[in-house]
């Protein structure tokens, strides 16, 4: 079975520019989650995602970031303009969340992102 | 907010065993869940507990004390494969967003 993927894989841009990181959930999955990852500040939820709709964005440092779900197998996360304090490890995970109980999140690969 | 506390780093030998803890101050419960994360990688999952007690799963054992907000991660017959960063993640709102501690780096020497 295919796992959440993301691309790029890798990154490098000059600052100022604008970055779309992109991400497909594992299908079945109902909630997908931004996360960002550096060694100052660890892992951070940016916003998630439940049924395509956005639960949770308090963890979205500032306006320069924005995410879209349009559908259940596609999700955007946008930096313009871009600053050198973004650069770090961004994951994307989904998971099948119900009143059920929890589900683990499975985490893609993540976009390793330089601003330079 | 949410807290979650666990120790920086641990090191031990190849064959032995290893207690990770983690603790944790959160405004409601709903999950605890273990993580490993070695470098340049992507944490993948390792166990979930949401009542009291030991989850054993192989080599890899959880245990959580909901009164306590006390958990921790057992690793035995440790391998050279397990060094990693091992975080601990609690669903403390229970709205299944996850917050992580920093991670256990832990290290395994021959």
């Known amino acids: 079975d295919a796992g959440v993927i993301q691309s790029p894989r890798h990154e490098v841009t000059e600052m100022g520019q604008e970055v779309t990181l992109r991400c497909k959930p594992i299908?079945?999955?109902?909630?997908l989650f931004w996360y960002r990852q550096t060694m100052m500040r660890g892992l951070e939820l940016l916003i998630y995602?439940?049924?395509?709709?956005?639960?949770?964005d308090s963890g979205m440092p500032e306006d320069r970031f924005s995410a879209k779900m349009p559908n259940a197998s596609f999700s955007t996360l946008k930096i313009q303009p871009s600053e050198p304090r973004d650069s770090a490890v961004y994951f994307c995970?989904?998971?099948?969340?119900?009143?059920?109980?929890?589900?683990?999140?499975?985490f893609g690969d993540g976009t390793r992102l330089s601003i330079l | 907010g949410q807290n979650i506390d666990q120790p920086t780093e641990m090191t031990a030998t190849e064959g032995a065993i290893v207690q990770i803890n983690c603790t944790y101050q959160?405004?409601?419960?709903?999950?605890l869940f273990w993580y490993q994360q070695h470098a340049g990688e992507a944490p993948t999952f390792l166990s979930y507990?949401?009542?009291?007690g030991l989850e054993e799963k192989g080599r890899f054992s959880s245990f959580l004390s909901r009164s306590k907000g006390y958990s921790y991660l057992l690793l035995k017959e440790l391998q050279m494969k397990d060094s990693a960063s091992y975080l601990c993640?609690?669903?403390?709102?229970?709205?299944?967003?996850?917050?992580f501690g920093a991670g256990t780096t832990v290290t395994v020497r021959a």
């Open positions: 959160t405004s409601g419960f709903n999950g």
């Open positions: 995970a989904s998971s099948f969340v119900s009143r059920g109980g929890n589900q683990p999140q499975h």
């Open positions: 299908s079945g999955h109902n909630s």
């Open positions: 995602f439940n049924n395509n709709v956005p639960i949770d």
């Open positions: 507990n949401v009542l009291d």
């Open positions: 993640a609690v669903d403390g709102s229970n709205d299944y967003k996850l917050s």
